[in-house]
């Protein structure tokens, strides 16, 4: 851990908010190793499963000699296995991102959300990649499960800066083609793109049978639009400009933001997608904290 | 100056395109958002931005035109140069009606005052009051301060006006006027008669570059009760009687009115009475008075208490006492027997009294040859023929001369008359010199029209004019039909202004005629005058008509009483009947008038026939004048009431619609202020910056509203 030291989005004493949390799937998961998480594949670790009848051949290590002493029958128990998790963080770098009202950009906060989260996979050693996109995959980072493959990460993330257009659907589908194992895919976007093609998107990754985390992320001024006046808003991606009373229309965006939002939310309910609403004025550490406690309860 | 106010103008726009130019742009993640938004909205508040500018932009201008001080100046008044004005006043009797302690008249005057007080020097002036329109020659006048003191000094009149008269007469000083502007007022409290089409007329050919502005200085009607005549009923009475004399109130507003009403003889209160007339109401009032004795004349005043209108508050009535009024009778069928002679039922009729008003009457019976060798029949107020078969050329002559001087002359037919002499002496009735109103016809009987009529068949009267004088003053209700008519002369009554049927049989043929000979009138009845034809000496009607018909006849000759304020006429003063032959001698002095205090005129006196004639000018005050007449080194003194035209008392106002409708060139204004601002605006223009000062407040109150409410919505 002591090697990510030094990088921008690195915050050990945020982290220290949910030092005593983990980020467990609540689906089944495929991993290499044994670890936090239920494997798919019933072999012999520590978590108890079921008692099966015995049959000639099977490892009489698993043979429960106390029910066969009691009720003279034959049984052998299974286990569950449990393994490591692979988590891909797709982190949205479009030009939309880069909206700040104040302090920090919807892409910095996306950082130090990927920083946290992969942080908190590697502490579970478990493997977590990290892919920045904006209409195309701008930059991958394979999955690992070292500190030093946090280190590859935390310099990806500082590496980029916001820019160019959301094209989300398309570069979704593409990073679902090439994710084989099942895992955790947790996306970090503003998701300003076709609602139908994103939640299309997100779909292909629930038909890969990966369990599916959104943080949809929205500068304070999104949700409250407070300008006033008559203002110019000039678009980051696309670069376009519109004249606008603001004081006119707020109570109008407002409802299309609400809209947008609560579509997204029953889209990603219906498609058994864990969808968060985040409002970046929240520090990140907080939300996660309080993310990752309300996943565990509900997990139990 | 101006224009760089109008610079000004700019400044919104200006503000405007730096305030777009300093526009804040703020980058933002999304415009997705904003363009989903219902473009209505967008549009609507583009719209009131455009609006806020628009309204701020309109503020300034109209400060700036505001201070630019502009005026709006019609064709008319495109140049410059100095104004005849023509100030046209109604200064008739209803003028002096009050409304709110002030009177029409008063507010009219300081109306013209006002519109003097806008002239400049070398601007010229010409004030025509409406009563005397057509006596006094309209000129202009530039000398401003006379005018106005000329104009405090007017009063209004207690006679009508002639706005018409007055409207044709600004027209023509209008016509002469020298200066390049012209402009005509028209001053009047619009009472409904002073406005007769001839003046609307009039100031509608007015042409449109001649501004003509009508000041309306009246006001609602209020409650106006007036004295509208005083009157002796014809009727006969013995002497020491009580005179009853019937005073005539009517009330010319829409609403019940009370009052007082006292007859009055100098101050001395004869009699008096409450007075409550409903909306429209005439009402007459009985009075009583006894005559003193060795008094000629008793000069009454009918007064009412104040109202409204005070001018009509008194009738003024002067009584005379006379002895004795002769009428002469001309027997054409005497007898020994009283009662059967012609003349019992008339001469017994004439003999039972006297008439209020006008005194005893003394009947002098003569025969047809006497009646021939009378010299002057003016000595007799009256003539009767009666049943005279036919009258002399010589006698014809006589009474023909005697009617035509004003001698009245009643002709009663019967058996003895022959319609041939008649017709030929007297007639044809057609003709306006001759005096017979009808044309005789042989008898008839009454049932010859009618072949199952029985013997000693009769006819009754089918049709009466009750209007006429000699019917009228009667207690009741007259039942003629209880009149019947066994025999009678046809008569033809021509179709002539002159000539009238007064009663006719249910036949059809006219029983009394009437005709108008010069000053004097004749009746021609078709029955007798005893029984012989008719019941009609039997019946009660025949005693007030007789008298009544001695009241008519004699009235055209006798003295006249009372003349309107403010119109001429002509006055019969004295008569031979009253003075005897010293009339003759009168030789066309100048007879002096002596009126209310300070009123003193003179008229100029004509003998005509057996009267004097007075043309009297138009009398200026109601109340009592004094003529005197100095005949043969002696004075004779008759009184004169003036009264004023009672059609000055109703106070009904004009249609003001009519009136601008059929002349739209002229303006009605209200009031003095009014006028006045109108004449100032006319000639200077209309000042536009108190309007737009107003715009520019509304318009930065709209500003506000659009910036702090429909902006922060």
Redesign the interface.
Known sequence: MAKASGTKYYDPQAYSRFANLNLVARSVVEGYISGLHRSPLHGYSIEFAEYREYVPGDDLKHFDWKVFARNDKRYVKQYQEETNLVCNILLDASG????ASKGMS?FDYGCFLAAALSYLMVRQRDSVGLVLFDDAVRERVLPRSSPAHLKRILDALQSSKPSGRTGMAGTLHAVANTIKRRGLIVLIS?L?DDTDAVMKALRHFRHDKHEMIVFNLF?PA?LEFP?D??????????G??????P???RE??LK??ED?TAKLKRECSASRIDYQFVNTSMPYEFMLAAYLSRRTLAAR | MFLIGLAALAAPVIIHLL??RR????????????????QK??RR?RLE?LLLLALRMLLIAALVFALARPVFKSAVFAGTGHASVVIVIDDSCSMRALSSGKSAFERGVSAALEIVSTLKPQDEVSVILASEASKSEAAFATDLEKIRLNLRGIRASCSRADLAEAAARARDVLNRAGNPMRELYVISDMQSIAWPEDAVKTLAEIPRTVPTVILDAGDAMEPNLAATGLAVPPRSTREGEPIRVDAMIRNFSDATARNSLALKSGEEVLSSCPVEAGPGAAMTYPMTLTRQTGKEWLLLEAKLGPDALDADNSHFLPLRFREKLKVLLINGSPSPVSYLDECFFLEAALRSGGIQGIGRIEPVKVSVADAERIKTLSDYAVVFMVNVPGPSPALAGALRDYARAGGGVFIFLGDQASPAVYNMLLGPAESDQTMLPAQIGPARTGGENRPDAAENAFEIIGSVKTGHPIFGGYAGEVDFGRLHYYRHMILTVPQSERNATLMALSGGDPILAEKSLGEGKVLLYAGSADTAWDNLPLKPIFLPMIMQTVQYLSSSQAAENSVTVGVPARICLAQNSEEGALLDSYAGEAIAIEGPPGERLEAKGERTGGAIFAEFPALPMPGFYTATLRVAGRNIERHIAANVDPAESDLRRADIAAITKAAPNCRIVRSGIDVAETARRKREGLPLWDWLLAAALLFAAAECYVANVV???
């Open positions: 939309s991102m880069a909206y919807k503003d300003y500068d999104e300008f006046g008559l203002v110019s808003f000039r678009d980051l991606e696309t376009e400009r519109m004249q606008v009373m004081r006119a229309i109008a965006y299309q933001v947008f | 305030f777009r526009l804040a742009e703020i980058p933002f993640g999304t415009l997705r958002f904003l363009r989903m938004i219902d909205i967008m508040r931005e902006l922060k919505k």
